[in-house]
Protein backbone atom coordinates (compact mmCIF):
# COMPACT_ATOMS: atom_id res chain seq x y z
CA UNK A 1 0.00 0.00 0.00
CA UNK A 2 1.29 3.42 -0.74
CA UNK A 3 1.35 6.24 1.54
CA UNK A 4 2.46 9.90 0.84
CA UNK A 5 2.24 12.23 4.07
CA UNK A 6 3.57 15.96 4.24
CA UNK A 7 4.63 17.45 7.02
CA UNK A 8 6.28 20.35 8.38
CA UNK A 9 3.14 23.63 8.16
CA UNK A 10 2.21 26.08 10.29
CA UNK A 11 1.44 29.57 10.64
CA UNK A 12 4.60 32.02 10.11
CA UNK A 13 5.36 35.30 10.19
CA UNK A 14 6.49 37.10 6.81
CA UNK A 15 10.27 36.64 6.13
CA UNK A 16 10.58 33.33 8.12
CA UNK A 17 11.48 29.82 6.72
CA UNK A 18 9.84 26.69 6.94
CA UNK A 19 11.25 23.12 5.77
CA UNK A 20 7.99 20.29 4.40
CA UNK A 21 8.57 17.18 4.46
CA UNK A 22 6.79 14.40 2.38
CA UNK A 23 7.24 10.97 3.42
CA UNK A 24 6.22 7.94 1.46
CA UNK A 25 5.70 4.41 2.36
CA UNK A 26 5.60 1.41 -0.42
CA UNK A 27 7.11 3.59 -2.78
CA UNK A 28 10.81 4.50 -2.79
CA UNK A 29 11.57 8.83 -3.53
CA UNK A 30 14.10 7.32 -6.05
CA UNK A 31 12.10 5.49 -7.75
CA UNK A 32 10.39 8.78 -9.36
CA UNK A 33 10.83 11.98 -9.78
CA UNK A 34 8.75 14.22 -7.75
CA UNK A 35 7.07 17.48 -6.85
CA UNK A 36 5.79 20.15 -4.99
CA UNK A 37 2.65 21.78 -5.97
CA UNK A 38 0.49 24.21 -4.10
CA UNK A 39 -3.19 25.53 -3.99
CA UNK A 40 -5.17 27.98 -2.80
CA UNK A 41 -8.89 28.24 -2.86
CA UNK A 42 -10.70 28.51 -6.17
CA UNK A 43 -7.51 27.62 -7.94
CA UNK A 44 -6.00 25.16 -9.57
CA UNK A 45 -2.67 23.36 -7.97
CA UNK A 46 0.30 25.25 -9.41
CA UNK A 47 3.59 23.35 -9.62
CA UNK A 48 6.71 25.15 -7.45
CA UNK A 49 9.22 22.46 -7.58
CA UNK A 50 10.39 19.06 -9.30
CA UNK A 51 13.35 17.15 -8.78
CA UNK A 52 14.53 14.02 -11.12
CA UNK A 53 14.31 10.59 -9.44
CA UNK A 54 18.27 11.01 -8.57
CA UNK A 55 17.46 13.98 -6.50
CA UNK A 56 20.41 15.78 -9.10
CA UNK A 57 18.10 18.22 -11.60
CA UNK A 58 15.92 20.32 -10.37
CA UNK A 59 13.27 22.52 -11.46
CA UNK A 60 10.95 25.57 -10.16
CA UNK A 61 8.57 26.74 -12.71
CA UNK A 62 6.91 29.34 -10.69
CA UNK A 63 8.97 32.46 -10.88
CA UNK A 64 7.14 33.91 -7.57
CA UNK A 65 9.28 31.74 -5.71
CA UNK A 66 12.31 31.35 -7.68
CA UNK A 67 15.27 31.83 -5.07
CA UNK A 68 13.52 31.22 -2.31
CA UNK A 69 12.49 27.61 -2.35
CA UNK A 70 14.78 24.91 -2.66
CA UNK A 71 13.85 20.65 -3.28
CA UNK A 72 15.75 17.91 -2.38
CA UNK A 73 15.12 14.19 -1.32
CA UNK A 74 17.15 11.81 0.86
CA UNK A 75 15.98 8.37 -0.50
CA UNK A 76 17.70 6.93 2.48
CA UNK A 77 14.97 7.89 4.31
CA UNK A 78 12.20 7.65 2.07
CA UNK A 79 11.67 11.89 2.17
CA UNK A 80 11.06 14.52 0.18
CA UNK A 81 11.91 18.22 1.18
CA UNK A 82 11.20 21.64 0.13
CA UNK A 83 12.81 24.44 2.23
CA UNK A 84 11.35 27.50 1.86
CA UNK A 85 12.93 31.08 2.62
CA UNK A 86 11.50 34.72 2.78
CA UNK A 87 8.35 33.55 2.73
CA UNK A 88 5.43 35.73 2.07
CA UNK A 89 1.75 36.24 2.22
CA UNK A 90 1.39 35.23 -1.07
CA UNK A 91 2.92 31.99 -0.06
CA UNK A 92 -0.05 30.91 2.12
CA UNK A 93 -1.51 27.99 0.74
CA UNK A 94 -1.70 24.03 0.37
CA UNK A 95 1.16 22.44 -0.45
CA UNK A 96 1.11 18.74 -1.72
CA UNK A 97 3.51 16.20 -2.97
CA UNK A 98 3.15 13.82 -5.48
CA UNK A 99 5.32 11.19 -8.04
CA UNK A 100 5.91 11.65 -11.85
CA UNK A 101 3.71 8.98 -13.25
CA UNK A 102 5.80 8.99 -16.77
CA UNK A 103 8.92 7.33 -15.33
CA UNK A 104 10.97 10.48 -16.84
CA UNK A 105 11.46 13.82 -15.81
CA UNK A 106 10.15 16.70 -18.00
CA UNK A 107 10.87 20.30 -16.64
CA UNK A 108 6.82 20.81 -18.48
CA UNK A 109 5.30 17.98 -16.54
CA UNK A 110 6.41 20.33 -13.34
CA UNK A 111 3.36 22.85 -14.47
CA UNK A 112 0.54 20.35 -14.88
CA UNK A 113 -0.52 18.09 -11.91
CA UNK A 114 -2.33 15.63 -14.76
CA UNK A 115 1.36 13.80 -14.81
CA UNK A 116 1.38 12.96 -11.38
CA UNK A 117 -0.10 10.49 -8.87
CA UNK A 118 0.41 9.76 -5.70
CA UNK A 119 -0.76 12.84 -3.68
CA UNK A 120 -0.59 13.30 -0.27
CA UNK A 121 -3.26 15.04 1.69
CA UNK A 122 -1.67 18.28 1.83
CA UNK A 123 -0.35 20.39 4.40
CA UNK A 124 -1.15 24.01 5.45
CA UNK A 125 1.32 26.77 5.28
CA UNK A 126 -0.04 30.38 6.69
CA UNK A 127 2.27 33.57 6.30
CA UNK A 128 1.05 36.65 8.33
CA UNK A 129 2.08 39.40 7.50
Known amino acids: QVQVMESGGGVVQAGSSLRLSCTTS????????MAWFRQTPGKEREGVAC?????????YPADSVAGRITISKDSAKNTLYLQMNNLKTEDTAMYYC?????????????????????WGQGIQVGVAP
Open 98 to 118: ATDLSGGFYHYHCKDQSHYGH
Open 26 to 33: GIRPDWYS
Open 51 to 59: IDWKGIDTY
